[in-house]
Nanobody, 122 residues
Framework: QVQLVESGGGLVQAGGSLRLSCAAS????????MGWFRQAPGKEREFVAT????????YYADSVKGRFTISRDNAKNVVYLQMNSLKPEDTAVYYC???????????????WGQGTQVTVSS
């Protein structure tokens, strides 16, 4: 399995931007599809975005489409989530995850980071 560590969360005003990073350990990072999920207090963890091992097929939840961009750098073992035009409803703990198959459900992902808090004030 791959170990994942997220960073880049914080407090931002509505309309602002943040870039999350997820650093992966291990030499097999490029074999994994990567995903970002989020979990708000009292809610289930939900899919945000995913990207294939090659980085050419990103896919987004409708709630973030056009505002968030997922990307990866396999040479650096890092996956990013650029978040623009943030809204208060984007407030959550954001998790990155690794999967051999990809997808939009948590059960498809075998490795998870510890999460990073994103808070968007109105």
């Amino acid at each position: 399995q791959v170990q994942l560590v997220e960073s880049g969360g914080g407090l931002v005003q509505a309309g602002g931007s943040l870039r999350l990073s997820c650093a992966a350990s291990g030499r097999t990072f490029s074999r994994y599809a990567m995903g970002w999920f989020r979990q708000a207090p009292g809610k289930e963890r939900e899919f945000v975005a995913t990207i294939s091992w090659s980085g050419v097929t990103p896919y987004y939840a409708d709630s973030v489409k056009g505002r968030f961009t997922i990307s990866r750098d396999n040479a650096k073992n890092v996956v990013y989530l650029q978040m623009n035009s943030l809204k208060p409803e984007d407030t959550a703990v954001y998790y990155c995850a690794a999967s051999y198959s990809g997808g939009t459900t948590t059960g498809k992902y075998s490795s998870w980071g510890q999460g990073t808090q994103v808070t968007v004030s109105s």
